[in-house]
């Protein structure tokens, strides 16, 4: 009998280990976002990495947990030692031979280590002025801070956050966020009780009298409590009917104040793509990531900067006029005239000109200074010259 027992074990575990195996890659990784979710939202919450590019990242580097590194280092994310680690190590051949890994006691400490190597390293710290639902930044951010050597590292990336649908855990990280701040609905006041609007239930109590005075329940929204909680019982105030004119302490419930609606400025161009002076642009808001406009518009980030003339940055901090394609040597027109607060740069974006040629033709260097009401040229003197003097012979005629 104790034979028969051993031998339906050993099948049994045959078996199961048979049906681990022949799991799909999809089954695999949708069984790693389930076990690490959690994980990836705690993250968020503390540090700010997108919950979904975090588990992306992990699916990615850990072969969705199935990576030698991942099974006996519990590393997810394939950090390496570097000088600061004092931890436990492990070597195995990655970009070169025998290579130092770091070890984790668990799952969670690679997360939490995750986070923390991104989050306290200058090189990464751009990341962190994106929005967290900006994954095209993050990943291509990722790549550009050298993350990975791997060229299409933040395609692979983004697909899985697509495929697997992983926006869903950033979203939910925020709204626990906003949960957590937003301010209490009921404070504590002591008030005149004559003036306070409140529902008078007179009882009898036999040997005082007493009356019981309930104040206003608060709002139902906010009375839903998470489940296993126990609900409170609405605050009541015992006293005698004689005392309803005294100030006593009661839990009241301030009203909602209506906010003024506050008119949104509308934006000064178009959105999308639009053109000027036979040249695309864009406006681009504020917070904008340019490596994410970059691969948005299939341009480098590096002629980005040169078509609009400015300096490398990565995040947009004003809302900005931005070409995608180099800009013209002339004018639409032949005069611009400067307005209060204008600068070369700010007319060669308005006007879709090159910076080397307005300089050129009104005799400026870079660090000239214009003047309201200055008239600058958008096309050469002489050009415009030779327009003008053939205008009047064709009207002599």
Not at 63 to 92: M, R
Not at 168 to 185: D, G, H, K, S, W
Not at 319 to 337: M, N, T, V, Y
Not at 362 to 382: I, M, T
Request: charged fraction near 30%; proline fraction near 4%.
């Amino acid at each position: 009998m104790k034979k028969w027992i051993v031998l339906l074990s050993v099948y049994t575990c045959f078996c199961a280990n048979s049906s681990a195996q022949h799991l799909s890659v999809k089954e695999k990784t949708e069984a790693y976002i389930n076990s690490y979710k959690e994980l990836a939202i705690e993250e968020m919450l503390r540090t700010g990495v997108p919950a979904s590019i975090k588990l992306a990242q992990g699916i990615l580097e850990s072969q969705f947990g199935e990576s030698t590194l991942a099974k006996n280092a519990n590393n997810h994310f394939g950090i390496k030692c570097k000088t600061e680690w004092t931890g436990k190590k492990t070597y195995q051949d990655d970009d070169a031979k025998g290579e130092c890994f770091r070890v984790y006691p668990n799952a969670a400490q690679s997360y939490k280590d995750h986070s923390d190597f991104l989050k306290t390293r200058p090189h990464y710290a751009f990341l962190f002025k994106l929005e967290p639902t900006d994954i095209t930044g993050w990943a291509y951010g990722l790549k550009r801070a050298g993350y990975a050597t791997n060229p299409t590292y933040p395609e692979k990336l983004l697909k899985i956050v697509e495929d697997y649908k992983l926006h869903q855990y950033t979203m939910l990280a925020l709204a626990i966020r906003e949960n957590r701040n937003a301010p209490e609905q009921q404070v504590t006041a002591t008030v005149d009780a004559t003036k306070l609007p409140v529902q008078l239930a007179k009882e009898e109590d036999g040997k005082n009298n007493e009356a019981r005075i309930q104040v206003n329940e608060k709002p139902r929204e906010n009375k839903v409590l998470e489940e296993n909680k126990v609900k409170e019982e609405p605050k009541v105030a015992q006293v005698t009917a004689e005392d309803t004119a005294d100030k006593t302490e009661y839990t009241i419930v301030p009203e909602k104040k209506v906010e003024p609606a506050i008119e949104k400025k509308a934006a000064p161009y178009p959105d999308g793509v639009f053109t000027i002076n036979h040249t695309k642009a864009i406006y681009a808001k504020e917070g904008t990531s340019l490596l994410a406009l970059a691969y948005r518009y299939d341009i480098s980030l590096s002629k980005l900067f040169d078509f609009n003339e400015i300096p490398e940055s990565d995040i947009l901090d004003t809302d900005q006029l931005l070409f995608i394609e180099k800009k013209q040597k002339r004018g639409a027109s032949d005069l611009h005239e400067v307005a209060t607060g204008e600068t070369l740069h700010t007319v060669c974006q308005k006007e879709g000109i090159r910076l080397e040629s307005l300089l050129e033709y009104n005799k400026l260097k870079k660090d000239s200074q214009l003047s309201a009401g200055q008239k600058l040229y958008l096309r050469s003197p002489v050009e415009i010259k030779n327009a003008e003097a053939k205008a009047k012979t064709k009207n002599t005629k």
